[in-house]
């Protein structure tokens, strides 16, 4: 298959792309540059340098080839930060996203896989989670991936588009050659390994009075390989005009301060933790259900431990202290 991919040099994007890559696909990667990098864009790629919300290049790209899918990755990430700067979620999340699928359906793409997220639900009504759960989010970010999943049913009714909305918990661990690196860095895990590396003083841990067991969020956290194979199983899978909803997580629920400790067992090294109080729209636990997708596609996390998937991000943050800045170093494909 030809598959256009938003935002493939990012973190998930790019796992993503080495294994369509490795699996025998045609990729084209469009791509800012903003938040990914060139480095981990696998070479057999087409990287395209652009924006995911340029109507012309849109135009331009899928006129002149004929895709067999899109898979949409191009988004901010920073749930906190869209508390802070709601319109450049909007804008980028959601307004980009929009114009991307109005471009699709002129063009007649007819699958599109939408990385979206767990952050849609907001605050648990039950866990763990399934599909049918409600949808309220707490957060900018949230609310701005469920606008464009409300988007992608409209053009599924209106257009024959199929297509797959695939609800993330929290993304985490690293392959073989590429790895975990957003400048700021906001994820837990990645955060700690700094501090273990030496490169941070300390943890910052937000808020220790959630009704959890130990006071501190409660999170499910799942392997990007797992993720990147997933989306593989859906596109394969997606028929135009289909509707394909998965939460893509692996049913188990660690605190904060678990996430620590595991950290610790896996580096050897002390993490210390400072803490501060709560961050606006952070749920105090999001676990999943993802019992449709194993049912449906068969689709089974192969690293679902959290000392494996730790142990994934300390081996690639030691190949690659500084990332992909790394001097000397780069992916070996």
Same mark, same amino acid.
């Given at each position: 298959?030809?598959?256009?991919? %938003?935002?493939?040099?990012?973190?998930?994007?790019?796992?993503?792309?080495? *294994?369509?890559?490795?699996?025998?696909?045609?990729?084209?990667?469009?791509?800012?540059?903003?938040?990914?990098?060139?480095?981990?864009?696998?070479?057999?790629?087409?990287?395209?340098?652009?924006?995911?919300?340029?109507?012309?290049?849109?135009?331009?790209?899928?006129?002149?080839?004929?895709?067999?899918?899109?898979?949409?990755?191009?988004?901010?990430?920073?749930?906190?930060?869209?508390?802070?700067?709601? =319109?450049?979620?909007?804008?980028?999340?959601?307004?980009?996203?929009?114009?991307?699928?109005?471009?699709?359906?002129? $063009?007649?793409?007819?699958?599109?896989?939408?990385?979206?997220?767990?952050?849609?639900?907001?605050?648990?009504?039950?866990?763990?989670?399934?599909?049918?759960?409600?949808?309220?989010?707490?957060? %900018?970010?949230?609310?701005?991936?469920?606008?464009?999943?409300?988007?992608?049913?409209?053009?599924?009714?209106?257009?024959?588009?199929?297509?797959?909305? *695939?609800?993330?918990?929290?993304?985490?661990?690293?392959?073989?050659?590429?790895?975990?690196?957003?400048?700021?860095?906001?994820?837990?895990?990645?955060?700690?390994?700094?501090?273990?590396?030496?490169?941070?003083?300390?943890?910052?841990?937000?808020?220790?009075?959630?009704? %959890?067991?130990?006071?501190?969020?409660?999170?499910?956290?799942?392997?990007?390989?797992?993720?990147?194979?997933?989306?593989?199983?859906?596109?394969?899978?997606?028929?135009?005009?289909?509707?394909?909803?998965?939460?893509?997580?692996?049913?188990?629920?660690?605190?904060?301060?678990?996430?620590?400790?595991?950290?610790?067992?896996?580096?050897? $090294?002390?993490?210390?933790?400072? %803490? =501060?109080?709560?961050?606006?729209?952070?749920?105090?636990?999001?676990?999943?259900?993802?019992?449709?997708?194993?049912?449906?596609?068969?689709?089974?996390?192969?690293?679902?431990?959290?000392?494996?998937?730790?142990?994934?991000?300390?081996?690639?943050?030691?190949?690659?202290?500084?990332?992909?800045?790394?001097?000397?170093?780069?992916?070996?494909?």
């Amino acid at each position: 298959m030809r598959i256009l991919v %938003t935002g493939g040099a990012g973190y998930i994007g790019s796992h993503v792309v080495d *294994l369509l890559i490795h699996e025998g696909h045609g990729v084209t990667v469009l791509d800012s540059l903003e938040k990914g990098h060139r480095a981990a864009v696998h070479p057999s790629a087409r990287l395209v340098q652009g924006n995911c919300g340029d109507p012309d290049l849109l135009d331009q790209l899928l006129s002149g080839t004929a895709f067999d899918g899109v898979m949409h990755f191009a988004a901010y990430i920073e749930a906190g930060e869209s508390m802070t700067d709601p =319109g450049r979620f909007f804008v980028n999340n959601a307004a980009r996203a929009m114009i991307l699928l109005d471009r699709c359906a002129a $063009h007649s793409v007819q699958r599109f896989i939408f990385s979206s997220t767990a952050a849609t639900y907001g605050t648990p009504e039950y866990t763990p989670m399934d599909e049918a759960h409600p949808q309220a989010p707490t957060s %900018t970010y949230g609310y701005a991936k469920l606008q464009v999943e409300g988007a992608l049913e409209w053009m599924r009714r209106l257009r024959g588009l199929g297509y797959a909305a *695939l609800r993330y918990f929290n993304a985490s661990g690293c392959g073989p050659e590429l790895g975990e690196d957003h400048s700021p860095e906001t994820h837990l895990i990645p955060l700690a390994l700094e501090v273990a590396q030496g490169t941070r003083q300390a943890l910052k841990l937000f808020g220790t009075d959630y009704p %959890t067991p130990d006071g501190t969020c409660l999170r499910d956290y799942i392997h990007v390989l797992d993720l990147a194979r997933a989306h593989l199983m859906a596109l394969e899978r997606l028929e135009p005009g289909q509707r394909r909803v998965y939460n893509l997580g692996n049913g188990t629920g660690y605190s904060v301060k678990e996430v620590i400790e595991a950290a610790r067992r896996v580096t050897g $090294h002390a993490i210390p933790v400072e %803490t =501060g109080p709560r961050r606006p729209g952070d749920p105090p636990a999001l676990v999943a259900s993802s019992d449709r997708i194993r049912r449906d596609l068969g689709w089974e996390p192969a690293i679902p431990d959290l000392d494996g998937i730790i142990r994934s991000a300390w081996a690639w943050k030691q190949r690659f202290p500084q990332g992909y800045a790394t001097p000397g170093q780069a992916p070996r494909w």
